[in-house]
């Protein structure tokens, strides 16, 4: 079951819901706030001061960062324009009572190739069933080739930051982005300090420790994952941020970012995906 909802400001978004999980997805940005598995918490953390209006994302959920990862590239907006864009619905397919599958759609405009001049299709498909699976498939319809970087943009609710352990990047080469310096990972992660950290060649599967609750993030097709906690400082000076949201999320994205970047010839498609379960 499915259903269409529309703020009073215009702002839409899709609410579905089956026999094992509910979710809510913005069309701006393909962007989903909400997943839940029936009698379970919620997956997504969303900052109590986000706004929900057309033109700035939403502060947490699952932001679509295309055709950039970062703000390496200066011609294009951080993280791309994927998610202030509007995106159309294509179907909405309810096989049974435990899948229900969202697919949405961006296609260049004039609007599009004034900040990037290149003919695409962006197709966004997320599985609610009591797992979450996303996938991000970019299809080039231009005649040129072009390069993109890409991240589902994670950020998960946690009880609070001081009880989470990550585990999965062990031994992994990291960009250190706050002082731009290559390290490697010791052991797990916890965080108790600004972390923000690309890890490459990691495409293996990362769990997400928090107290009994556990968090298992597999992706296909990306190799790089990014994490992100802005700690008190950073966090107290973000748009739609709360001052203490630091405390209950941590970013962890799966991506192709910096050198693990795509290039697309014409008429080619790419593909990643990422699971939560
Ligand atoms: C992370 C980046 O992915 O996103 C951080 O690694 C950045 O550097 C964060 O601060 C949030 O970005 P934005 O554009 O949503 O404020």
Same mark, same amino acid.
């Given at each position: 079951?499915?259903?269409?909802?529309k703020?009073?400001?215009?702002f839409? +978004?899709?609410e579905?819901k089956?026999?094992?999980?509910?979710?809510?997805?913005?069309?701006?940005?393909?962007?989903?706030?909400?997943y839940?598995?029936?009698?379970?918490?919620?997956?997504?953390? &969303?900052?109590?001061?986000?706004?929900?209006?057309?033109?700035?994302?939403?502060?947490?959920?699952i932001?679509?960062?295309?055709?950039?990862?970062?703000?390496?590239?200066?011609?294009?907006?951080?993280?791309?324009?994927?998610?202030?864009?509007?995106?159309e619905?294509?179907?909405?397919?309810?096989?049974?009572?435990?899948l229900?599958? &969202?697919?949405?759609?961006l296609k260049s405009?004039?609007?599009t190739?004034?900040?990037?001049? +290149?003919?695409f299709?962006l197709d *966004?498909?997320?599985h609610?069933?009591n797992?979450?699976?996303i996938?991000?498939?970019?299809?080039?319809?231009?005649t040129k080739?072009?390069?993109?970087?890409?991240?589902?943009?994670a950020?998960?609710?946690?009880?609070?930051?001081?009880n989470?352990?990550?585990?999965?990047?062990?031994?992994?080469p990291?960009?250190?982005?706050?002082?731009?310096e290559?390290k490697?990972?010791k052991?797990? *992660?916890?965080?108790?300090?600004?972390?923000?950290r *690309? +890890?490459?060649?990691?495409?293996?599967?990362?769990?997400?420790?928090?107290?009994e609750k556990?968090l298992?993030?597999?992706?296909?097709?990306s190799?790089?994952?990014? &994490?992100?906690?802005?700690?008190?400082?950073?966090?107290?000076?973000?748009?739609?941020?709360?001052?203490?949201? +630091?405390?209950s999320?941590?970013c962890?994205?799966?991506a192709?970012? &910096?050198?693990?970047?795509?290039?697309l010839?014409?008429?080619?498609?790419?593909?990643i995906?990422?699971?939560?379960?």
């Amino acid at each position: 079951m499915y259903k269409i909802k529309k703020l009073e400001n215009g702002f839409e +978004y899709i609410e579905v819901k089956n026999d094992v999980a509910s979710a809510k997805i913005a069309f701006q940005g393909a962007h989903i706030f909400s997943y839940k598995r029936s009698n379970k918490e919620e997956l997504l953390w &969303v900052s109590s001061l986000s706004a929900f209006t057309l033109g700035s994302a939403i502060r947490g959920g699952i932001p679509i960062c295309w055709p950039r990862f970062g703000n390496l590239d200066k011609s294009l907006p951080q993280h791309g324009f994927a998610r202030t864009a509007v995106f159309e619905l294509v179907e909405v397919i309810a096989d049974n009572n435990t899948l229900t599958t &969202v697919h949405l759609r961006l296609k260049s405009s004039n609007e599009t190739k004034k900040l990037w001049a +290149y003919a695409f299709t962006l197709d *966004i498909l997320f599985h609610i069933s009591n797992e979450l699976k996303i996938e991000m498939i970019t299809t080039n319809n231009d005649t040129k080739e072009f390069l993109i970087t890409q991240a589902f943009h994670a950020y998960f609710k946690l009880s609070d930051i001081k009880n989470i352990e990550i585990f999965g990047l062990e031994n992994k080469p990291f960009l250190d982005s706050l002082v731009n310096e290559e390290k490697v990972q010791k052991g797990s *992660i916890r965080i108790n300090e600004e972390v923000d950290r *690309i +890890y490459q060649k990691a495409n293996g599967k990362i769990i997400l420790q928090d107290l009994e609750k556990r968090l298992e993030i597999q992706s296909k097709h990306s190799s790089s994952v990014i &994490v992100w906690n802005p700690w008190i400082k950073k966090c107290s000076q973000m748009s739609g941020m709360e001052k203490e949201g +630091y405390k209950s999320f941590v970013c962890i994205e799966s991506a192709n970012a &910096v050198d693990d970047f795509v290039m697309l010839g014409a008429n080619e498609s790419f593909s990643i995906e990422v699971s939560y379960n």
